[in-house]
């Protein structure tokens, strides 16, 4: 089956502590991206990348970082530079074509502060 | 950057009965994308509905159907014969043409009552 894979499901962070998530895709999309969403609200991107090695910020990148050394997955770290991590965490691609355009998502990853 | 304006927090409507969720953007892009997502109890983002901008007619996906006013920069959808399974947060959102950078709405939170 095609789709995107986030994992864990939920993650528990520590103080001080960083946390990566993780966002793979057997799609053979060039598109990946990465938003926060936070209870009763939007979603808000952070990064998103059009090709391998090339990423972009979104609106709220202080305290985040990510990589794209291969197609398949952008994974998303959670640094301990982001004060309020707690949120759920949206990964998605696409496949960037023209009349193509739109968005895959992953299930999504609950993280929280202990 | 764009902005994605969704002025209804709340509605709710009547089995069977047809609704409206509104949605308002800001760019001076000519050439752009819009699109409704769906996103039910369980968090999954769904893909309700998608608009080129180029396009003068509009966009319609079974019981689903948008007004877009591209010189009003409006795009609002309707739910017609509304069902209990369309309970969800409903997400308008954005993409600009060539970067693939989607802007997501604030939401309206949907309820069908029986």
């Known amino acids: 089956d095609g789709g995107i894979t986030q994992s864990p499901k939920y993650l528990f962070r520590k103080e001080g502590q960083n946390v990566t998530l993780s966002c793979e895709q057997n799609?053979?999309?060039?598109?990946m991206y990465w938003y926060r969403q936070d209870p009763g609200q939007g979603l808000r991107l952070i990064y998103y990348?059009?090709?391998?090695?090339?990423?972009q910020k979104g609106d709220i990148a202080e305290g985040y970082s990510v990589s794209r050394e291969k197609k398949e997955s952008f994974p998303l770290t959670v640094t301990s530079a982001q004060k309020n991590p707690t949120a759920f965490y949206l990964c998605?691609?696409?496949?960037?074509?023209?009349?193509?355009?739109?968005?895959?998502f992953g299930s999504g990853t609950q993280l929280s502060v202990l | 950057a764009q902005t994605v304006t969704q002025s209804q927090p709340e509605m709710s409507v009547q089995e069977a009965e047809t609704v409206t969720l509104s949605c308002t953007y800001d760019?001076?892009?000519?050439?752009?994308?819009l699109f409704w997502y769906k996103q039910p109890p369980s968090r999954q983002m769904i893909l309700v509905i998608r608009q080129e901008a180029y396009k003068q007619q509009n966009a319609t996906e079974n019981r689903f159907s948008v007004n877009f006013q591209k010189a009003a920069k409006s795009f609002s959808l309707k739910i017609s014969d509304s069902q209990l399974g369309d309970t969800a947060m409903y997400f308008c959102a954005f993409m600009k043409h060539v970067t693939n950078d989607m802007r997501f709405g604030a939401g309206t939170r949907l309820t069908v009552k029986p």
């Open positions: 760019t001076s892009e000519s050439n752009y994308y």
């Open positions: 998605a691609s696409s496949a960037g074509v023209d009349g193509n355009e739109k968005l895959f």
């Open positions: 799609l053979n999309h060039d598109a």
């Open positions: 990348s059009q090709i391998v090695n090339d990423f």
